[in-house]
């Protein structure tokens, strides 16, 4: 059975998810952050300050615009992109490649913070061959009964 | 009918064409954006003059830079480290 994700792990397994993602850091509904992969130490409360700030931002942008209160926000900028996702409980901010395609990060951060909040765990498949499984193809010869 | 065979300033016009095209896309996907999105999952653009959009950048631009210097610090680290 997969063990449950707690907040600890939800910046490095977002990471671990997808490889175009660098850098995670994870805030509880205040804004105290719970996690960080991707950079040093030091550097996390900055990290942690700037996602506390893009997510304020998002709710100053969207007092212009119609439509219910933002759950995801992408920044597209010259060196990278910046993907944010929340939940009531929980805030997921992600420096992604600047190649990242937005629909699969949009979705891993929101498969991520769903398997952190009790949702169904995502569930990784790895190639036959890596796992030292049989060579050949797992699709039936046609004919073969 | 079949379509008229281009000479050679035809084709080359052809490939600047192309090339053109291909800088002009190059330039839209390095441009900066602001998208959100709601709940279903509908993206709205932050519009240039929109209320927290040059926010929004700079707070993005420095969370870059910060992964960018984390990550030239981790380096000659791992590099020292594995000889």
Redesign the interface.
Same mark, same amino acid.
């Given at each position: 059975m997969a063990a449950t994700l707690t907040p600890e792990r939800t910046a490095r397994r977002l990471c671990e998810l997808s490889a175009d993602a660098r850098a995670a850091v994870l805030l509880d509904a205040a804004g105290a952050p719970a996690s960080h992969h991707g950079v040093t130490s030091d550097r996390s409360g900055d990290l942690a300050q700037l996602a506390r700030t893009m997510f304020e931002a998002v709710d100053r942008a969207h007092r212009d615009m119609p439509g219910g209160p933002p759950e995801q926000v992408e920044i597209q900028v010259d060196g990278g992109t910046v993907f944010g996702s929340r939940t009531p409980h929980w805030m997921l901010a992600v420096v992604a490649r600047r190649a990242a395609l937005s629909s699969l990060m949009l979705m891993d951060l929101r498969a991520v913070l769903g398997e952190l909040e009790g949702g169904t765990p995502i569930r990784r498949v790895t190639a036959a061959a890596a796992a030292g499984g049989p060579a050949e193809t797992p699709m039936p010869e046609l004919g073969a009964e | 009918m079949r379509e008229k065979r281009k000479g050679p300033i035809g084709r080359a016009t052809g490939l600047a064409e192309g090339v053109a095209a291909t800088m002009r896309r190059m330039q839209r996907d390095?441009?900066? %954006?602001?998208?959100?999105?709601? #709940?279903t999952?509908?993206a +709205?653009l932050?519009q240039p003059d929109? +209320?927290?959009?040059e926010? @929004? @950048?700079q707070? %993005?631009?420095?969370?870059? !830079? @910060?992964? !960018?210097?984390? #990550?030239a #610090? %981790?380096k000659p680290r791992r590099a020292r480290r594995e000889p």
């Open positions: - | 390095r441009e900066p %954006a602001v998208l959100v999105y709601d #709940e999952g509908y +709205r932050v929109g +209320r927290g959009y926010r @929004l @950048l707070t %993005a631009e420095r969370m870059v !830079d @910060l992964v !960018d210097e984390s #990550e #610090e %981790a």
